[in-house]
């Protein structure tokens, strides 16, 4: 018996010492589920919901102008049990946009500005233990002109969009004060082929009213987990304080270095035991040897090589979810960009998620990462300091990311100012000496702190970077460069690179941002500048790759953007987004995605048809269609039908091919050596409408591109003038069309998706002809009035015309509406109907007799006539 007490006993102690231990050691808990959210400041009206959280998910994207900036008030009990009251609890919050407040138990606890770094508070003092415990986040998104970012082409998503976490700590524990940083910090005095040093830097709080000695174990192990390195210190923490230790590793000879081609890494892992060898906590990290540096001729030096810099930006929400993203999806978005092909993200203009920082570096990533200081600067104390403060979070959060290589701090810092037609000279002469001191400030900040990474800025195309000397601040300058969007043409380019580096022959440069808008709906055999056009996309994008690879002292190139991203303001084809994604905003790829990873992914075989089979095309008059076709291989054969119709050879990713389709159902099937790919296509290919079948038939005024409409599966077709046995107009100017702009009303249309319709128009058209075989249809016309006020000015849409007021543009244009001579809508005024540009469409039933088709005729009382789209749909 005795033995069997003496094992229960035992048995017990080890349960005690589990259960003392447990009690001891760090814990961490996401505490996402569940909370009460409320937009009402009387706090009624709660809803249950879950973080990620926005509030702004559907009203960014909605036709009313704006979106809510203002108060959210989030809630949540927690029950803390009597066992955890040894215990220091901090709450962490990974990101609130933009103002936290936060509450404990109705005890006011902290603030935190700024919507995209991590914030922890230390909640101890205000809990009650072995109860339930309130806490309570007033969120605030409002416009704060002492909090960046200020203006931007981003939505601003107010919420707590990123987890939270509770964290409970021994009293004595890595630092949880420092910036909300992990408390350590991962250090490489000397890197080089042959040998690596490490060196970090912990901090040790001690919260206890007595001193404490404990032992640090640290430990580098490689990709196999084999232990190459351990460091063990002894040291004792006074009471109440903060210590700081070094600890280096002797030298690792032969290092593994990383790269993006073969990201090897190393891992840290740091043990706190107490003075009997118990584990407090335990932290681990990435380590990873590589050292970048700039060369003005040369560009980046990576591991001692020029290595060119190709890949993407990157913004962080994401269609239907606005900000508050589930994890898989973003590291999916970092997947794509790898398999892509790419070596470089931008995380612009904000710090993003860590989650996604860690897998760069498992990836073979390089990162520039930087804080949202955007536009402009609020010349306050406060916004210097709410600068510097989150410059300070984000590269203490940060800092331990071996593929973090840039530390970026402003964006396009002028662009506001170069736009401001109010400010007085002086007042803009102001604004470059406070900009430049608060630039200069955050860059010497930037590289005292993170010594061993670059720093960057970007700025925009206009001189007065140069003429303020901010340009020669930051060791790496990007220029966000859309020539060929924005002004002059594509080629302007590599005149610019060229004049940049021969008159700042010392400066690093490279283009940080390039692209146009692009939508899948919309296409074009003549693709031109400002139309959208995916056609357009990819010859932008493929000369500037050109342009950038034939010039060394180009450090690289950054796309304007990996994906479509929410820009409430914007009013293009898609409203509310900016539309410059190599993908779109539910990630699905752009063709130009395709043709970069078949240029820059060598590793995976790529073969891409650039055509939607989900979209019918339209052939009128036209006896082939030009398909690009994407490939890393050489060669490829093209079949149509069954038959051999090509054999095609691939130049930089791309070959084209003339496919003479037929009427009909269409199978275009495309083999190279290893693969192969079949896209079947419903064509619409006719010579002659009157001989022609069709159900629908829809025609896109003004343009000279298509757009598929998804509500009625219909390819709008281009516009022409009119010919015989076809369709087109007699008379009439596409509306607001320049040679440098191809978009026609760059506003959001309410009421309507079919943007990629109602945007372009016909104006002075009074006859409009479309030779449809006799029959019954119905006759859908679209029409908006372009030039009625719109609230809002598009900065970025430089070249935008000022609206009308409301009063001008309701004696615009009064005009009476015909159909085969039978008057459908008299005395029709938009202005007058409409407060805004509403897309308006008028239907009747047509029949169509004795071989006349189908005439439209507007007939201007006042002013001139508009008309967008024509559909034609067979009722019989
Ligand atoms: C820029 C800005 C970026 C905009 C982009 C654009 O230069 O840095 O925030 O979204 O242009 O699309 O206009």
Request: hydrophobic share 35%.
């Amino acid at each position: 018996m005795k033995p069997h007490i003496t094992y229960q006993i035992r048995n017990l102690l080890i349960l005690f010492c589990v259960a003392f231990s447990y009690q001891l050691s760090a814990q961490k808990s996401i505490i996402n589920s569940g909370w009460q959210f409320t937009l009402d400041t009387t706090k009624t009206n709660w809803q249950t919901i879950n973080i990620p959280h926005t509030w702004n998910k559907n009203d960014a994207f909605d036709d009313d102008p704006g979106y809510l900036r203002g108060l959210g008030f989030y809630q949540k009990q927690v029950y803390v049990p009597i066992e955890k009251k040894e215990l220091i609890h901090y709450l962490r919050f990974k990101g609130v946009n933009q103002e936290a407040n936060v509450y404990v138990n109705g005890h006011f606890v902290g603030n935190h500005k700024g919507g995209y770094t991590a914030f922890n508070f230390n909640i101890t003092e205000f809990l009650k233990f072995g109860d339930y415990n309130l806490i309570e986040v007033k969120v605030d998104n409002s416009y704060n002109a002492n909090i960046p970012p200020l203006d931007i082409d981003f939505t601003i998503y107010g919420g707590i969009y990123r987890d939270v976490e509770w964290i409970a700590v021994p009293k004595q524990h890595l630092t949880l004060n420092d910036f909300a940083s992990e408390g350590f910090y991962v250090d490489y005095p000397n890197v080089s082929k042959e040998k690596a040093s490490v060196e970090v830097t912990v901090f040790l709080d001690n919260f206890d009213v007595k001193s404490a000695t404990n032992q640090l174990e640290l430990s580098i192990s490689d990709a196999d987990g084999k232990i190459i390195r351990t460091e063990t210190k002894k040291i004792k923490i006074n009471a109440n304080t903060t210590e700081k230790l070094k600890i280096h590793f002797p030298e690792i000879r032969n290092p593994n270095l990383w790269s993006p081609e073969h990201p090897y890494l190393y891992q840290l892992q740091i043990l706190l035991k107490d003075k009997n060898g118990t584990i407090l906590e335990e932290k681990s990290s990435h380590v990873a040897f590589r050292w970048v540096s700039v060369d003005p001729n040369k560009g980046l030096i990576l591991n001692g090589e020029p290595y060119k810099l190709i890949g993407v930006n990157r913004h962080q929400d994401y269609e239907g979810y606005g900000s508050a993203v589930p994890m898989q999806l973003q590291e999916n978005d970092i997947y794509l960009i790898k398999n892509m092909g790419s070596n470089v993200i931008r995380f612009a203009h904000y710090p993003q998620a860590q989650e996604l920082y860690k897998l760069c570096d498992e990836l073979g990533l390089l990162v520039w990462s930087e804080i949202p200081v955007v536009n402009k600067v609020t010349n306050t104390p406060e916004f210097f300091e709410t600068s510097l403060t989150m410059q300070e979070e984000h590269l203490k959060q940060y800092y331990n990311f071996p593929s973090v290589v840039m530390f970026g701090y402003m964006n396009e810092i002028f662009l506001r100012l170069v736009f401001d037609r109010t400010s007085t000279d002086q007042e803009k002469e102001d604004a470059k000496v406070y900009s430049y001191e608060l630039a200069k400030q955050l860059e010497d900040f930037t590289r005292k702190m993170a010594p061993n990474r670059l720093t960057v800025m970007a700025l925009h195309f206009n001189e007065v970077y140069n003429d303020t000397k901010i340009a020669d601040l930051s060791m790496l300058i990007g220029w966000n460069l859309y020539f060929g969007w924005y002004n002059d043409t594509i080629p302007d380019l590599g005149i610019f690179l060229d004049d940049q580096h021969k008159r700042f022959p010392n400066r690093s440069i490279m283009v940080s941002e390039y692209g146009p808008g692009a939508d899948v709906n919309i296409s074009s055999t003549t693709p031109k500048k400002y139309d959208y056009t995916q056609e357009y996309q990819l010859i932008l994008h493929k000369s500037y790759y050109d342009q950038v690879m034939a010039r060394d002292f180009v450090v690289g190139m950054t796309a304007w953007n990996f994906a479509d991203f929410g820009s409430e303001f914007r009013g293009e084809t898609i409203p509310h987004v900016n539309q410059k994604g190599l993908v779109q905003y539910n990630r699905e790829p752009k063709d130009v995605y395709y043709w970069y990873k078949s240029v820059l992914n060598t590793k995976e075989p790529l073969l891409h048809i650039a055509l939607n089979p989900e979209h019918p095309l339209s052939l009128i008059d036209e006896d082939q269609r030009t398909v690009s076709i994407f490939s890393n291989e050489k060669k490829a054969e093209v079949f149509l039908n069954g038959e051999l119709i090509d054999a095609i050879t691939f130049i930089d990713g791309l070959a084209t091919v003339d496919i003479p389709f037929i009427n009909g159902k269409n199978e275009l099937k495309v083999t190279s050596d290893s693969q192969e790919e079949t896209k079947t296509l419903q064509v619409f290919k006719s010579n002659n409408l009157k001989t022609s079948h069709f159900k629908r038939f829809g025609i896109n005024l003004g343009s000279h591109f298509s757009f598929y409409d998804k509500e009625n599966d219909v390819t709008f077709v281009p516009d022409r003038p009119y010919s015989e046995n076809l369709y087109g107009h007699f008379d009439g100017t596409p509306y607001n069309i320049t040679k440098d702009k191809n978009q026609g009303i760059p506003n959001n249309i309410k009421n309507t998706e079919k943007e990629g319709i109602f945007q372009t128009m016909l104006e002075g058209c009074t006859s409009y002809k479309v030779d449809v075989p006799d029959g019954q249809y119905q006759v859908t016309l679209f029409f908006v009035e372009p030039q009625i006020k719109s609230n809002i000015e598009m900065i970025f849409n430089l070249t935008a015309e000022k609206a009308l007021s409301n009063e001008d543009s309701k004696r615009q244009r009064v005009f009476d509406v015909f159909i085969n001579d039978n008057l459908i809508e008299s005395r029709f005024n938009m202005a007058k109907t409409f407060p805004d540009k509403y897309g308006v469409t008028l239907t009747s039933i047509v029949n169509i007799r004795n071989n006349e088709g189908l005439s439209i005729n507007l007939k201007p009382i006042e002013g001139k006539t508009v008309l967008s789209g024509v559909l034609i749909e067979k009722k019989d």
